[in-house]
């Protein structure tokens, strides 16, 4: 077991030693229109491409996941993105009973906010959404957008702010025991996304385009033993500044909250709402 164990964190390290070369694009296979390149600075970038004819594009991560620490720089689509959505996010499949780890962003009409979608399928439970408005344009530089995943709790952070802490009950479902694979998509999702789907995408917009850098991941893989020591995802919890900044993001930008939803939930809210 120990050879093993020493073995998966080799891997794991070389998975990092990619991410910081900027060879990182190599750990992905793709679908629909995706085109690499450098920006200004040089680094590499992966671009997803949207137009009437192309269709969704993404890249799929080659390894399983079994918690971790996941993050990515995004640019997403200037000026009027409305209909579109462009996400990073796990997913153990599509299937009814799956677990999803999600960080969503829905397009907007110009000048409008961007709306972060966070979400947290457990067993094909969902409707755990908190939605938040950006308080930057996304679409002028980029932006680190990270999730961390542990046996405790997922957090969700926007650059060096986090915004959202999921925390897990014992007698509540929790992803933990399926594999996920980490996905980055865009894609038409004008029923939906903006506005509750009342403003469809302008395809005479087009082409949309999201760019993605720097990914970066510490985190254990599928099928191997998982080193729970010293890496700081796998014991992370929130300190009181870092609540600190839940509760201003909260406050200040949120859109929706599904735990105030009595509307969706009309037999009552999830047991979790009146825990956190």
């Not at 009437?52 to 993404?58: E, K, M, Q, T």
């Not at 385009?209 to 720097?214: C, I, K």
């Not at 599928?222 to 080193?227: D, K, L, S």
């Amino acid at each position: 077991m120990a050879r093993r164990s020493v073995a998966v964190l080799a891997t794991a390290f070389a998975l990092l030693q990619v991410a910081s070369a900027g060879s990182w694009l190599r750990e992905f296979t793709t679908d629909g229109t995706v085109r690499t390149g450098n920006d200004a600075s040089g680094q590499r970038v992966m671009m997803l491409n949207l137009d009437r004819s192309s269709g969704p594009a993404g890249f799929n991560s080659k390894e399983q996941f079994l918690y971790g620490e996941f993050s990515i720089e995004m640019k997403l689509i200037p000026g009027n993105s409305a209909g579109t959505v462009s996400c990073f996010y796990l997913s153990s499949g599509t299937d009814d009973w799956r677990d999803e780890i999600d960080m969503e962003f829905m397009g907007n009409s110009s000048g409008q906010p961007v709306v972060l979608n966070t979400n947290v399928w457990a067993n094909g439970d969902g409707k755990k959404e908190h939605q938040f408005d950006l308080w930057f344009d996304p679409s002028a530089d980029y932006h680190t957008y990270t999730i961390i995943w542990n046996p405790t709790n997922i957090l969700f952070k926007v650059d060096n702010v986090f915004i959202r802490s999921f925390k897990r009950y014992a007698d509540l479902a929790y992803p933990s025991s399926k594999p996920m694979t980490l996905h980055a998509t865009l894609w038409d999702g004008s029923y939906w996304a903006t506005e509750k789907g009342k403003v469809p995408i302008d395809w005479n917009s087009a082409p949309f385009v999201v760019s993605y850098r720097s990914f970066y991941a510490n985190a254990c893989f599928a099928g191997g033993a998982c080193h729970a020591g010293r890496d700081g995802w796998m014991s992370r919890r929130l300190d009181a500044a870092e609540w600190g900044t839940v509760r201003w993001a909260e406050r200040n930008y949120m859109r929706y909250n599904y735990c105030t939803d009595a509307w969706r939930f009309p037999n009552g809210l999830p047991a979790e709402c009146s825990r956190n």
